[in-house]
């Protein structure tokens, strides 16, 4: 009998040579117990107190056993016992000192960050294929227990950056990083991998895989197996088969869902709307693909941040989708959270949405965007505390992500902490100055304090990097600040709800929200009109009505109409 002892895997063939999984040399006999599988560790080399350290891999090693079959002379045995205790005393001896040293620092890998595989190829027309790669990896790593893996907006902040792993350490706090470089050419495909020590730049363990176009799907499932199996001493069955699962075997439908994810990264009403011809042909290929229905869940589910007017359209539909998804595969994390997401903010079944959050969480603790959407369905709730507990948790897994830097510092605005609110916004900003979104909830924060011309400039700046001509925006800032000058918050407010106004006439799709509008008139106290626009917020069901916690509606809030809507809508009073 032989083993494999790297995957473990006995051979009854005592003539096989190497194992036919993964091509390590078996051994003859037993190998150490199950319990005590190989692993990759981070181990420090130098003594106690000493700061550098290098990566290693450490595994048990088969003590080779005498050849069976060869007689002892008589009297040979006892005297080469006799010889070997000294020995058998020495090896344990210093066996204990340098296995109780080693064992101490070695520090199993806990953290780590997928960098953007490069494209090699030349051909940008299949950047979708090493984006995709890297992002599958991800999401197969996550599922790995008590395994931080950093989430796809934050190390994609480094795509075509030269960065040194020490800084990625730093940036992400994860202990290691996973390079990949994919080349194309024709049919053959080329992946050159390799896990990196974060704080050394010493390689961990690399692996070159040489496979045809059309095994890509078997391609996914085999990287992420060798993944995990370096970073984690002991993976249950389960686990490894839910690590290397495979969402189908239909190559061609795989790359149809790369793409579609591809373009629904890019974030652009445009670009969604591409996706979702992908996610849609995935489909046709596959009709069993229950990742190609949870990306075209995600796809339905972002519309309505991009456009009004859209929500009966789009939350529908997004739920259809995101059924079908668990309908298939009950397990899939993001077709959790978004079907969590239409049950809050659509069809505003608030119990039944946590308990989806909830699943979502479990299946997948590193899916930060459910920590994300979470903790906006517990601000809506009035759970204060919670919310904050949990962007806090996403802001864990997606470090760099713009949106939930930004969320974090809305949530502290909700809880009437501006100070904190006004540096997590600046802090975000400083992350990427053309993120529109920060500019906009610093305004509102900003706002909320009554520094009324400081909101002004960040209300310019958002209005100009969502596109709207730089002069007219100059011209049309200019005349509210002159409102402010001449006659206060008033004139401000009054200036701001005539802006609005005017964007809803010009074009509805991209006008501010009726909600926000209201808001506007109930801070300029026209309480008629302001109950108005609430009304036809409710009616098209805004997600933006669910803001009903907002600060600024402080002045109507004993109002009974307000009462009643937060009834009908069902938050708490």
């Known amino acids: 009998m032989k083993r494999c002892p790297e995957c473990r895997r006995d051979y009854a063939d005592d003539t096989l040579q190497y194992c036919l999984e993964d091509g390590t040399a078996l051994v003859q006999g037993s190998v150490p117990s199950p319990d005590e599988p190989a692993t990759a560790i981070l181990h420090d080399t130098d003594a106690p107190g ?91 790593l996550s599922r790995i ?46 992946l050159n991998l390799e896990i990196v020590d974060a704080r050394s730049g010493d390689q961990i363990w690399g692996e070159q895989y040489i496979r045809k176009i059309g095994d890509l799907v078997t391609l996914q499932s085999d990287i992420a197996r060798d993944v995990s199996n370096r970073l984690r001493q002991k993976l249950s069955g389960a686990d490894t088969e839910r690590i290397s699962k495979r969402g189908t075997e239909n190559t061609e439908a795989y790359q149809q869902y790369l793409k579609g994810r591809f373009h629904w990264n890019k974030r652009t009403i445009d670009d969604i709307s591409r996706s979702i011809g992908y996610f849609q042909k995935a489909i046709e290929l596959d009709p069993s693909y229950g990742l190609a229905y949870a990306g075209l869940a995600d796809s339905y589910v972002v519309i309505p941040s991009y456009t009004n007017n859209r ?72 759970r204060k505390d919670d919310a904050l507990a949990e962007i806090k948790r996403a802001q864990e897994c997606d470090p760099l992500s713009l949106i939930i830097n930004a969320i974090v510092g809305v949530v502290h605005s909700v809880r009437g902490e501006y100070a904190e609110a006004e540096a997590q916004l600046k802090k975000t900003i400083e992350m990427d100055p053309n993120f529109p979104r920060s500019h906009l909830f610093l305004a509102e924060v900003f706002e909320e304090q009554g520094k009324f011309d400081e909101a002004t400039t960040e209300y310019e700046k958002h209005a100009v990097l969502i596109g709207i001509p730089a002069d007219s925006v100059a011209k049309e800032w200019a005349t509210i600040r002159q409102a402010y000058k001449n006659k206060g918050p008033q004139g401000y407010r009054e200036a701001l709800l005539a802006l609005a106004r005017k964007a809803a006439e010009k074009n509805p799709d991209t006008a501010p929200p009726m909600f926000a509008i209201g808001v506007l008139y109930a801070q300029a106290g026209d309480k008629d ?45």
Request: proline share 6%; charged share 25%; hydrophobic share 40%.
């Open 145 to 190: 227990p008590k395994l931080s893996v950093k989430a796809r907006s934050s190390v994609f902040r480094y795509k075509g950056k030269a960065v040194e792993p020490q800084q990625v350490a730093v940036d992400l706090n994860v202990q290691a990083v996973v390079n990949g470089r994919v080349i194309q050419r024709g049919d053959n495909l080329t």
């Open 50 to 140: 000493e700061g550098a350290t290098r990566a290693q891999i450490h595994a048990t090693d088969e003590i080779a056993a005498s050849p069976s079959g060869i007689a002892e002379p008589p009297g040979r045995k006892s005297n080469k016992l006799l010889l070997a205790v000294p020995i058998v005393l020495a090896v344990i001896i210093l066996g204990g000192f340098f296995g109780y040293r080693y064992v101490t620092q070695a520090k199993q890998i806990e953290s780590i960050a997928v960098m953007p595989f490069v494209n090699e190829s030349g051909n940008p027309e299949i950047e979708y294929l090493s984006d995709g790669m890297t992002d599958t990896l991800i999401n197969n």
């Open 529 to 573: 009109r302001a109950f108005e626009y609430f009304e036809k917020s409710l009616e098209q069901r805004e997600p933006d009505i669910l803001r009903l916690q907002d600060p600024n509606l402080g002045s109507i809030r004993s109002d009974p109409r307000f009462k009643d809507i937060v009834r009908r809508v069902g938050l708490p009073q």
């Open 311 to 382: 929500s009966k359209e789009a939350y529908p539909k997004a739920r259809t989708a995101a059924m079908k998804a668990l309908e298939i595969d009950d397990s899939l994390a993001q077709a959790h959270a978004t079907l969590a997401d239409v049950l809050y903010e659509f069809d505003w079944k608030f119990e039944e949405s946590e308990k989806e959050f909830k699943r979502s969480i479990e299946l997948d603790p590193n899916y930060a965007t459910a920590h994300h959407w979470y903790a906006e369905y517990l601000l809506s709730m009035g």
